[in-house]
C-alpha cells in the first residue's frame, strides 16, 4: 500500500511508533485508506485520540504493537478527534480513545476507553474474520 501525505513521520497524539500506524489528517485521506483497504480486503481499525488524553497515550504502544503484529490482514489508523471534528461527529466519538474496527466502511466492531486486553481480543477477532472471508 502507498502510504498518502499526512504519513511522513510527524510528531503524532500518543507518539505512533510504528511504520503499520497510518495518521488521518483530512477526510480524502481516511476515504483513500477506507477504499485502500476495502480493495485489499482488510478490516480498518480506527483509533480517535486526542493529543492531551492521558489514557490515548497510554495505549498507544499496545495498539502500535498490535499494528505490527496484524499488519497482512488490518489497517491501522490514528485519527485526532479534535483536529478532524467533523469526521469524529459523524462516526459519535464523544470520549477518547474509541476504536471502531470497519469493513467495506461498515462498523464490525467498537471498543471505547484503553482497555489493552479487550484490544487485543477485538483486533484477534477482526483478523480472524478476514482469515474466514479469504476460504
Known amino acids: 500500500m502507498t502510504v498518502s501525505e499526512g504519513d511522513g513521520g510527524e510528531s503524532h497524539p500518543g507518539e ?5 500506524v497510518h495518521h ?11 477504499a485502500q483497504a476495502s480493495t485489499d480486503g482488510k478490516i480498518v481499525v480506527a483509533n480517535f485520540v486526542a493529543s492531551w488524553s492521558l489514557p490515548c497515550k497510554e495505549i498507544m504502544p499496545s495498539y502500535c ?11 491501522f489508523l490514528t485519527v485526532d478527534a479534535d483536529q478532524l471534528a467533523e ?3 459523524s462516526w ?13 466502511g461498515n462498523q464490525v466492531e467498537k471498543l471505547v ?4 486486553v479487550e484490544l487485543k481480543k477485538k483486533t484477534a477477532f477482526a483478523a480472524d474474520l478476514v482469515t474466514k472471508s479469504c476460504k
Open 65 to 75: 504493537h498490535l499494528a505490527d503484529t496484524y499488519s497482512s490482514s488490518l489497517l
Open 92 to 104: 459519535s466519538v464523544n470520549a477518547t480513545p474509541t476504536f471502531y474496527f470497519l469493513k467495506e
Open 16 to 20: 505512533v511508533s510504528s511504520k503499520n
Open 24 to 34: 488521518v489528517t483530512s477526510m480524502q485521506i481516511w476515504e483513500t485508506m477506507l
Open 87 to 89: 469526521l469524529s461527529t
Open 113 to 116: 476507553g484503553a482497555d489493552k
